[in-house]
């Protein structure tokens, strides 16, 4: 009875251990199928979440990537470049077939063959990794790498791998196999901050791709896979040795035969990277940059891929910067003793800026002696005074009021006595050698930049006719409405008093300065466009008038250095108090360019430093070598300005015949009186100006 009882239970133990574990074979089975149904939507949620994260790639069908911006010189010469990063578009019929094979035979054998994604390529790279036991080889194809570089980010994740492959399997199907290629040959980077095979070109070997040849296509092919690890300037057996592993699979793709891959291995490398380096027009190019990003925006300019076609001189620009230069040594060579070297701010600077009269198109914008020493623009942004430099316009003025070259002024020592704050002031503007010399034509007193005259000239006209005379030439500077007008007091910058002596050498015409002449963008369109646009500031008999006088600044004044340029010039010098500031602003038939020199910290260049000793032979030495080849020509002279011979003692006509007499030049409708037997002075105008109350 108790081995039966006893049977039963064991029965019974088992029966119960049976359904415990039936009960606890289900309750896995419900786990497993849970973690199964967490598994399968998680994976589901995620490969939802990769498309619909997934860039679109429709904009690729309007490649458009970061380009550089181009500046050319006005001889179609490269000047500079604005980038974020080196990059020049060209098309793939631009690009050798040669080149197109090398990148295709080291990056993607099977480029022409698969859709996107190369299974056998995959497997093939697998099979050697795990063999190495490391990672050195992968499967991506070119259009794998071309979605990688425009669509997603460098960072290594299993979940970028997966949306690279969705992404280079759609983009089979949106482009073509020749513009997948068009994009990446334009879009990776070779190192040396070159990005796309174009900028590699100019950079590794200073040519243009199709002028590479098969060496150097399989030397750039190379570099994709590593281009810092296999960059030729830094390691160049790696480069080689890379070189040698694209020309070999280029062999067994069968695009080249062996002998010619041997020979292009052999094939003397010449690096030699393609650079547009003019530190003289730096200044230059950035007064563009400014323009452009006020206008267009950084994007535009920094990417937009601009073609900006210039005014601008490249070996203008170095003539000027050797000339200043040399001026300056001159000028240290004179005060050696007083020079301190201590900060570049106790360093003499200068500045150049050229026009071309006729069309006032910028041929030089010399801002400063050295730009990677100051960017400073010293054309554009320096207000100084101008001294004399200012009297030119004084003097046109007073021409228009009806005076004549010959019209005799006042050389004598004057006194203005003047309340200021509550006190009692005293001004005795002086003549610079402390002489006067009476009566006065009005031509010597311009030429021998006679302080008195102008200021007594500047006060019978007036300050304030002046002053909107002054707005005719382009002068929007803040002019001092005062007869310290007369000797220059008012700062301007070399721009504005360069511009404003261009109406002088432009018959009487304004015209804005240009720097830019087109501009084109990477598609072909031309964004803007500009001519000169002539405007008549003054008349050309006036312009005229004051050229003649000017000329003779430079014959028997005070630039008579610039003599030494044999040939016809005009200009006026400008000198500030404890000559602080040197001018000369000079033209003739071909140019019209100003000079400034000082220093920054408004210390005096040294005793005698005057604009015709300091500014005058920089001036020359620059022209000489813009105007060297240029054929010997005169001013036109208007229709409306005749000459006649003038007594200079008294300003009125003599016979022609006259040896004492000298040529004088007068509007036709303003000549001055002949003076009778009796000796009376017969001209109206010449005696309301004797009597002061003109």
Not at 299 to 321: C, F, N, P, R, W
Not at 525 to 534: M, S
């Amino acid at each position: 009875m108790s081995r039966v009882l006893g049977g039963e239970l064991l029965i019974a133990f088992a029966f119960l251990q049976f359904v415990l574990y039936l009960s606890l074979m289900k309750r896995f089975f419900r786990y497993v199928f849970f973690l199964f149904l967490v598994c399968i939507l998680g994976i589901g949620g995620w490969l939802i979440y990769i498309f619909y994260s997934l860039p679109s790639i429709k904009h690729l069908e309007d490649y458009r990537p970061a380009l550089v911006s181009t500046v050319y010189a006005d001889d179609g010469r490269i000047m500079g470049e604005f980038f974020v990063q080196r990059r020049y578009f060209v098309s793939l019929d631009q690009i050798p077939s040669y080149v197109v094979k090398a990148f295709v035979a080291a990056e993607d054998e099977r480029f022409y063959e698969h859709k996107g994604l190369d299974w056998v390529g995959i497997m093939r790279a697998l099979i050697k990794d795990i063999k190495a036991r490391a990672i050195v080889q992968g499967g991506s194809t070119i259009t794998q790498q071309t979605v990688k570089s425009l669509l997603l980010t460098p960072k290594r994740t299993f979940t970028r791998k997966v949306k690279e492959m969705i992404l280079a399997h759609q983009l089979e199907k949106y482009l073509t196999k020749e513009e997948i290629l068009t994009i990446y040959l334009n879009q990776i980077y070779f190192g040396q901050g070159a990005y796309g095979v174009e900028a590699a070109a100019r950079v590794y070997f200073g040519k243009h791709v199709w002028e590479l040849n098969l060496a150097e296509a399989a030397m750039l092919a190379g570099l994709p896979k590593g281009p810092a690890y296999y960059s030729p300037y830094h390691h160049f057996k790696r480069a080689k040795k890379r070189q040698h592993y694209v020309l070999m699979r280029m062999v067994k793709c069968k695009f080249i035969g062996k002998k010619e891959a041997e020979m292009a291995y052999k094939m003397p490398l010449h690096l030699n990277s393609l650079n547009y380096d003019y530190p003289s027009c730096d200044y230059f190019l950035e007064y563009i940059r400014r323009k452009l990003i006020k206008k267009y925006g950084p994007e535009v300019v920094y990417k937009g891929g601009l073609s900006i076609y210039t005014t601008a001189s490249i070996d203008m620009h170095q003539e000027a910067q050797r000339a200043l230069l040399k001026g300056i040594a001159e000028i240290r060579a004179r005060h050696k003793h007083k020079q301190d070297n201590s900060s570049p701010a106790d360093q003499i600077q200068g500045a150049i800026f050229t026009l071309e009269r006729g069309t006032n198109y910028i041929k030089v914008m010399l801002g400063g002696r050295d730009f990677s020493e100051s960017k400073f623009n010293r054309v554009t942004q320096a207000y100084r005074q101008p001294g004399s430099a200012f009297k030119p316009i004084i003097y046109a003025a007073a021409i228009d009021k009806g005076y004549t070259p010959a019209t005799l002024v006042e050389d004598y020592p004057i006194i203005y006595i003047y309340h200021q704050k509550g006190k009692i002031r005293v001004w005795r503007p002086h003549n610079y050698e402390e002489r006067f010399f009476g009566r006065i034509t009005l031509r010597d007193a311009l030429v021998h930049s006679r302080n008195t005259v102008t200021v007594r000239l500047l006060k019978k006209i007036g300050v304030n006719y002046v002053i909107a005379y002054a707005r005719r030439f382009g002068i929007t500077a803040q002019l001092t409405p005062d007869l310290s007008l007369a000797l220059g007091s008012s700062c301007l910058s070399l721009y504005q008093l360069t511009r404003a002596f261009s109406v002088f050498a432009n018959e009487g015409q304004y015209i804005e300065p240009i720097a830019i002449t087109k501009i084109v963008d990477f598609q072909g369109h031309v964004l803007e466009e500009n001519q000169p646009q002539p405007q008549p500031a003054i008349s050309a008999e006036t312009a005229y008038l004051i050229t003649s006088i000017l000329k003779d600044v430079v014959k028997r004044g005070t630039a008579r250095k610039v003599r030494a340029l044999k040939r016809p010039a005009a200009g006026k010098t400008g000198t500030t108090n404890k000559y602080t500031d040197a001018w000369f602003i000079g033209y003739t038939p071909y140019f019209i360019t100003g000079v400034w020199v000082g220093y920054d910290d408004m210390k005096s260049l040294g005793r005698a430093e005057t604009g015709g000793r300091a500014a005058a032979p920089i001036w020359l030495y620059f022209m000489q070598q813009a105007e060297k080849d240029l054929p010997v020509k005169d001013f036109p002279i208007p229709s409306g300005v005749i000459f006649a011979k003038i007594d200079p003692q008294t300003g009125f006509l003599v016979d022609p015949t006259d040896p004492n007499g000298r040529l004088e030049c007068f509007k036709k409708d303003n000549l001055p009186a002949k003076e009778s037997r009796l000796g009376k002075r017969e001209n109206l105008l010449e005696k309301i100006y004797m009597e002061g109350d003109f």
